[in-house]
């Protein structure tokens, strides 16, 4: 039985002035799947990401999330569409002023698919999906207080907050140690199987790719240059795209 297509996105091209950032940039992303987007600093990873989600608007191409055409579609569709989407930035991105507590609450509290929920269930929420991160021993700590890794799991636990359908990690194991980094590997993994969702994973860190990834795409100056198993571009017949595994 063939997987549902959660993302499809065709011939897709993005400039700043002069400087063509995605080239004809297509890739599916399939239900269930971890797809990860490896690639070195600068070549468009992140541009394609705020497309996806419409922060930033392509030049021409089209990008297809959950059956809906990105670029149809108006800002009341835009923002349902987001809910679907959760997005675990480089940092967490996480509130200094609030405990880690009050950083799960506040966008539950302000999201149209929790709103049937009591003060009592949300508080069992954040406590269900910190638990799920092994951070509910820092509950009431606040971000200074933690480490990197572990503002990674509190800002990964606030998304699993809404339940999202796909999953959108940006440099998850940058600035960590390996140990560290082999907690947010195995943690990637667990949500993959646990909450069931879909995830693009975008990363240079070899590591990562080849513990996380279903299915890898390399992209280099805007383009998609490789797509397979780990093993496959190992083995690939452009000595540039071995390289890059070396």
């Known amino acids: 039985m063939a997987k549902e297509r959660i993302l499809h996105i065709s011939n897709l091209t993005k400039s700043f002035g002069d400087n063509r950032v995605i080239e004809g940039v297509s890739f599916s992303l399939f239900s269930g ?3 990860v987007m490896l690639g070195k600093s600068g070549t ?42 959760g997005y675990l930035f480089q940092e967490g991105a996480l509130y200094d002023s609030m405990s880690i ?12 698919r929790l709103k049937k929920f009591t003060e009592n269930e949300l508080e069992d929420l954040v406590e269900k999906n910190l638990e799920n991160v092994g951070l509910i021993d820092a509950i009431d700590k606040m971000p200074g207080e933690l480490s990197g890794g572990m503002k990674k799991r509190a800002g990964l636990a606030r998304t699993l907050m809404l339940s999202p ?14 140990f560290t980094s082999d907690a947010i590997n195995d943690l990637i993994l667990k949500i993959q199987h646990e909450y069931k969702t879909s995830s ?41 795209v071995r390289d890059y595994f070396k």
């Open 101 to 112: 507590r009050e950083n799960l609450l506040f966008p539950a509290r302000r999201n149209s």
């Open 200 to 240: 693009i994973i975008i990363t240079h860190d070899i590591k990562c790719a080849e513990v996380t990834g279903d299915r890898l795409l390399l992209l280099h100056d805007g383009k998609i240059v490789a797509e397979g198993m780990i093993n496959e571009l190992r083995s690939h017949p452009d000595v540039e």
């Open 44 to 85: 468009g990873k992140s541009v394609i990401m705020k497309c996806i989600v419409g922060l930033m608007e392509a030049d021409s191409g089209e990008i297809n999330v959950f059956g809906k055409n990105v670029s149809n579609c108006r800002e009341r569709e835009m923002n349902e569409i987001r809910t679907r989407i």
């Open 33 to 35: 799947e971890n797809l």
């Open 165 to 178: 359908e796909m999953i959108i990690y940006d440099e998850p194991t940058t600035g960590l140690d390996p």
